[in-house]
């Protein structure tokens, strides 16, 4: 299939602006007109839905659970057809003046995604599918683990056929990292030697292993924990399915990984040192576009270089205080190497210290939940988890993150803390991570997006705009000090200290992706602006090589939400409510930032004129 992009973008790209219905339509033309668009943007995702096995795994969907998403060039040249001709059929059957003001957002937000996915198609090889904080290589015994459920023998054979599925995925995988070396789109140096360490883990031990003595492996542990606790199959049965996935990992997932990981020794042969995406072909034109995609604004990266500057000097001022406070003497630099040294604010890096903190941080997360009338009318239903990262992916995975549940609340939102170096998770900073990943943070927020009613799935579930949602999350480690959290000065500490990360994030990602900073400098950089300790500052550094501008979106997302609650309560006086805006702000679902604006801006206005 060709697409024409050059002719289409500039008929198909000229999207449509805030409004209200036309008042030339009565109210049963608007709600029809709407009803004919939503149940557009329905069959729309539906479609798609039923193309991403993966994304079906995710919402709780059990319908191709033994297959694997296609990983093809032709598949996403396919995929982008679909949606152009998805938007095409929205502009040609509905008239967007004759619909209410949700179902125009709607429009609004499916005709940007579309715009998006458009303009984004030429940078389609210009990531690294095997890397150190997602790579395929962690992606696919972290879905099977946590996301594959095994509740009746159905599913327990769709288990079996995805792990036998794995070898013709990876054979695409090995395609697609091909076309990247011959455009000399190639991971740094440091990257290879990581990416092989988790893709060996995933294949060490039984029963890749047959010694007696070998420990099994994660995805063997996982299918024979999932298969001893079915209830619907006897032991017979039980033994023929434990057999058959012992089989499919012996004879497909083994060679599958090792084929891989053949292929990535061949590449590092074609690797540099080069950090920055500033190196691969239209380096810079492409690091622009990921700063529009992630923080969905104009800032270039000189302007959010200096924005970063100016917090980082900002935060420090304040962590100053803190230093008074607590009665530190020494300059601040001296205060950082006493908060990372000092044994009292880290647990034992033991199986008890680590489970304390996990127990720690449930129980954060479980007293801010009963403070949460003070700042919001909407809570969600679903639950939240506490979970450690699993031991295979451990070593490279970020300091924490979290994963959606299932709409329908059979698997729960789910924190996870990586407690595999506990000097990299200080207790300082157990409040404001609680409340980031958690509530009133990412859990919160996607949880009420996935509750909400009448409104499109795409709407719903899809979490795309990362300076909305990590903007969310940051500027919900700040508002319990509004609520009297963070007593403990050190815990005060520790938001700063995360805040002050984001902000030097600013700084570092644009240094590295547009002044052409070595991955050295970045490291150097934050060792000597921040507490944070050596091990973070590494794996944190290697983030933002491989994961170019996202690391932006925190702080951008972040300023623009106080900005907004200061103009609303600005211009509201005594008619601002503080839950009122945190339910206009998650009321519409993931939203780029201007129209996030836009929608306070009407708030705003209705509510002066009320």
Not at 46 to 63: C, E, F, M, N, W
Not at 104 to 131: I, K
Not at 473 to 491: D, H, I, M, T
Not at 533 to 556: C, F, H, L, W
């Amino acid at each position: 299939m060709k697409l024409h992009l050059c002719s289409w973008l500039p008929l198909g790209l000229g999207l449509v602006t805030l409004g209200t219905a036309s008042a030339a339509f009565t109210p049963e033309q608007i709600a029809t007109e709407s009803a004919k668009a939503n149940a557009f943007f329905e069959r729309s995702w539906s479609a798609g839905v039923d193309r991403s096995p993966i994304t079906q795994g995710y919402l709780g969907i059990k319908k191709d659970e033994d297959k694997w998403d296609d990983l093809s060039d032709a598949h996403t040249v396919a995929e982008l057809g679909f949606q152009l001709a998805d938007l095409a059929e929205l502009k040609r059957t509905v008239d967007y003046a004759a619909l209410d003001s949700q179902a125009q957002l709607s429009y609004r937000l499916f005709e940007r995604t579309v715009a998006d996915a458009a303009e984004n198609f030429r940078w389609r090889f210009h990531d690294y599918p095997l890397n150190q904080m997602f790579g395929w290589q962690d992606n696919v015994p972290s879905f099977l683990i946590t996301v594959h459920s095994v509740d009746d023998l159905r599913d327990a054979q769709a288990y079996i056929a995805r792990l036998r599925g794995i070898g013709p995925m990876f054979a695409q995988l090995v395609e697609q990292l091909e076309t990247r070396r011959k455009l000399g789109v190639l991971p740094p140096r440091f990257v290879f030697p990581l990416v092989r360490d988790s893709a060996k883990n995933v294949i060490t031990g039984a029963p890749f292993d047959a010694s007696a003595n070998a420990k099994p492996s994660a995805l063997w542990e996982d299918f024979s924990a999932k298969v001893t606790a079915l209830k619907s199959a006897d032991a017979p049965m039980k033994e023929k399915l434990l057999a058959e996935a012992r089989a499919a990992l012996i004879e497909v997932v083994g060679p599958a990984y090792r084929e891989l990981l053949a292929k990535w020794d061949d590449l590092e042969k074609s690797a540099t040192e080069d950090d920055g995406v500033w190196k691969l072909p239209d380096g810079a034109a492409y690091y622009n576009q990921q700063l529009k995609n992630q923080t969905t604004t104009r800032l270039n990266s000189d302007e959010i270089h200096a924005l970063g500057l100016k917090e980082i000097a900002r935060i420090h001022e304040e962590m100053r205080g803190i230093m008074k406070q607590v009665g530190f003497k020494g300059d601040l630099p001296a205060f950082f190497k006493f908060m990372r040294e000092d044994p009292q604010f880290y647990f034992p890096n033991t199986a008890e210290g680590k489970q304390a903190y996990l127990t720690q941080a449930t129980a954060i997360i479980d007293t801010m939940r009963g403070r949460l009338d003070a700042l919001f009318i909407t809570k969600p239903k679903a639950q939240i988890a506490v979970k450690a990262v699993e031991p295979f992916r451990e070593k490279t995975a970020g300091t924490a993150f979290y994963q959606q549940g299932t709409p329908d609340g059979t698997r729960p939102g789910i924190y996870y803390a990586n407690v595999y170096d506990m000097a990299a998770m200080p207790k300082y900073e157990m409040e404001a991570l609680a409340y980031h990943e958690g509530i009133p943070g990412h859990h919160m927020q996607i949880s009420i997006a996935q509750e909400l009613t009448g409104v499109p799935s795409f709407r719903k579930f899809a979490q795309g705009y990362t300076a909305y949602v990590e903007g969310w999350g940051l500027y919900c480690e700040r508002v319990p000090k509004e609520l009297g959290f963070y007593q403990n000065a050190y815990s005060d500490f520790g938001r700063l200290s995360m805040e002050l990360w984001r902000a030097a994030r600013l700084v570092v990602d644009t240094g590295l992706h547009a002044k052409k900073w070595t991955r050295q400098q970045v490291i150097d950089y934050l060792k000597t602006n921040t507490p944070n300790s050596e091990r973070d500052i590494t794996t944190e550094t290697n983030r933002y090589i491989v994961m170019p501008g996202q690391a932006t979106a925190y702080k951008v997302g972040m300023i623009k939400l106080l900005e907004l609650r200061a103009t609303a309560k600005r211009e509201l006086g005594s008619k601002f409510d503080v839950r009122e805006y945190h339910d206009q702000v998650l009321r519409d679902g993931p939203v780029p930032l201007d129209v996030l604006e836009e929608n306070i801006g009407a708030w705003i206005a209705r509510k002066k004129g009320s």
